[in-house]
């Protein structure tokens, strides 16, 4: 269950955002005072503060300092009565998701608490970590910078994209990153803003993958109160938010043409406008964009501006698939464990040789956040010092017996009879097929033309039961 503190001095008002608040499945405590809070912080972690800005003791400017330098893994956002849109964009930079104006809309702040929380838990999971002098050890991470932590490999993949990463950090060139879904393209965009010269202004990350045409402009650019049916308050865009740092976009083709033609006009003008007003701001923002699609492709399918294209294509960078990166993944995998050792409260000690032969061999569709999610479920599942095969999805264990049996096949001397050959030669078609499904059998069944029964009596009899 997420938690969040309230600090506000008015009882009424706090009393009613935690009643509010604990029906929506949230875990509320609530302040009164900025010493008060900072007592709570002390004692619990919380996912989310929701301070006012005017407090008997302090405001909400020096409690966001405060709680930034402390608990910078807490997202805030400020609460005011009053409409200040200098002060507004002044607690933004400092690390403020939003800044609110009273009167509170249930719909509206559940939304923004919504967006609050998944932003810090996605900067959260990302921070970034890239070699430096660390100790070379067995499973160790690999420091680059303090506060976060951003993983690299030995393997000549991994070594080129590091090399890429601080080639173009120092610059203020727009990055486009491409890869698979999952390869940890925010991470890397994260990685190239902390070793710029912005890395001390903010990094706002925006899933343009989520955006309706509708909202689009909003999230953009910003709104003034008023300025369509449901602006119930003024609120800055993700540029704003980003001016001095770095905005990345992420799965940037999915964007409407329409939206791609405002965004064209941003970047060449470095100026934007909110919805409802007329005051040009000017902008200082680094792009970074990702994308799994081939834009190039999408361009000429007219699904994408090539004008816009070669804007964001200052440089650009290719994220490697997981599976080409050998023996990186168990410094990937090593990492994770020791996050879920933290959050879960455990001490697994690392991984059997079976579940690290199956690593190394696993193809890995779903890419870094696949293993992540892998090694985080077996971790809650162990109750030993090392997570053993057992303890992995059946998908990726039932693939480890595959191997083996494609292992085994291959070192059997040739057969010397047409049935032997025949028989091998049904192994090998079978195993093929379930290896490029991720052992799907309906799939797979499917593609070998016979029915699922077939399919499981055939995997039984080379000891592939599932």
């Known amino acids: 269950m997420r938690k969040i503190l309230i600090v506000d001095d008015e009882i009424n008002i706090g009393l009613l955002l935690s009643k509010f608040l604990t029906r929506n499945s949230f875990s509320v405590s609530t302040a ?116 976060d932590n951003f993983v690299a490999g030995q393997s000549a993949a991994s070594k080129e994209l590091l090399k890429q990463i601080q080639l173009v950090a120092p610059t203020a060139y727009s990055v486009i990153l491409t890869g698979e879904s999952g390869t940890g393209k925010e991470s890397v965009a994260m990685a190239i803003h902390l070793n710029s010269p912005r890395k001390n202004n903010p990094f706002v990350a925006m899933d343009c993958g989520s955006l309706t045409k509708e909202l689009a402009g909003s999230e953009f650019f910003g709104h003034e109160k008023g300025s369509f049916t449901g602006a119930l308050y003024t609120k800055i865009g993700h540029f704003e938010m980003a001016n001095g740092g770095t905005l990345f976009l992420d799965e940037v083709g999915n964007l409407s043409y329409e939206i791609q033609a405002a965004l064209l006009r941003t970047v060449q003008e470095r100026k934007i406008k909110r919805i409802g007003s007329t005051k040009e701001i000017d902008l200082d923002v680094r792009i970074i964009v990702a994308t799994n699609e081939n834009l190039t492709n999408a361009i000429q399918k007219g699904r994408f501006r090539e004008d816009l294209y070669h804007r964001f294509n200052e440089f650009s960078i290719a994220l490697p698939p997981l599976s080409q990166r050998g023996r990186d993944i168990m410094v990937f995998a090593n990492t994770f464990l020791e996050v879920a050792n933290q959050e879960l409260n455990r001490n697994v000690q690392g991984f059997s040789e079976e579940v690290e032969e199956c690593f190394l061999t696993y193809n890995w569709p779903g890419n870094v956040r696949e293993l992540k999610n892998v090694v985080r479920r077996a971790t809650l599942l162990t109750e030993t010092q090392e997570i053993q095969l057992k303890a992995l999805p059946l998908e990726i264990s039932t693939y480890a017996k595959a191997s083996a049996m494609e292992s085994s096949i291959s070192r059997t001397e040739k057969p010397r009879d047409l049935k032997n050959a025949a028989l091998e030669a049904e192994y090998e078609a079978i195993l093929k097929v379930l290896r490029e499904v991720n052992f799907n059998k309906t799939k797979a069944a499917k593609i070998l033309n016979i029915d699922r029964k077939t399919l499981y009596n055939k995997m039984r009899a080379i000891n592939l039961e599932t």
């Open 32 to 147: 009164t005072s900025g010493v008060s809070a900072m007592e709570y912080l002390a004692k619990e972690s919380y996912d989310l503060v929701l301070c006012d800005y005017r407090l008997e003791d302090t405001d909400g400017k020096e409690m966001l300092i405060k709680i930034k330098e402390s608990y910078p893994s807490t997202g805030v956002i400020i609460i005011t009565g009053y409409s200040d849109i200098k002060l507004a964009v002044e607690l933004i930079k400092l690390g403020a998701y939003d800044y609110i104006t009273k009167p509170l809309y249930p719909d509206e702040i559940l939304n923004t608490i919504n967006k609050a929380i998944d932003t810090q838990t996605a900067l959260n999971e990302n921070r970034v970590e890239t070699p430096a002098e660390a100790p070379k050890q067995k499973g160790s991470k690999q420091i680059y910078n303090q506060t």
